[in-house]
């Protein structure tokens, strides 16, 4: 699925204020941030399927990025989370929320194992 962008992606991303994006944002955009989503619903500023990544944002251009209740959705799990480390800045913050599952559990502990041998 190739993204829609319903913003200036390059303006947004180069502006003054902290770039913020919410994945998985629904129908739910908050004010000040990129709202992502798989639906093109009012107020998604990009729509794009998740489970490709986040190609379409450059590395280290995310200071927040905000991520609730979506990952247990997430097939294609391993792919998201490399993306979404490598678009943060340095010193960057991931905000995730999910409703915990053994599967999920599981696979935020190895993903940070295999990151942390990667330093």
Do not use: W
């Not at 200036?8 to 994006?21: F, H, N, R």
């Not at 994945?23 to 955009?29: A, I, S, V, Y």
């Not at 905000?66 to 959705?73: A, K």
Request: glycine share 6%.
């Amino acid at each position: 699925m190739q993204p829609l962008m319903k913003i200036d992606l390059e303006k947004a991303l180069d502006g003054d204020q902290p770039v913020i994006i919410e994945l998985g944002c629904g129908k739910k955009k908050k004010q000040d941030r990129i709202s992502i989503d798989k639906v093109n619903l009012p107020g998604v500023d990009i729509v794009a399927d998740l489970e490709e990544g986040l190609a379409f944002l450059p590395d280290g251009s995310v200071d927040e990025i905000h991520c609730r209740s979506v990952l247990e959705h997430i097939a294609n799990f391993e792919t998201l989370m490399a993306d979404m480390v490598r678009v943060l800045k340095p010193g960057g913050k991931c905000l995730i929320t999910f409703f915990l599952s053994i599967y999920l559990l599981h696979a935020l502990l190895l993903y940070r194992v295999d990151q942390d041998h990667q330093v």
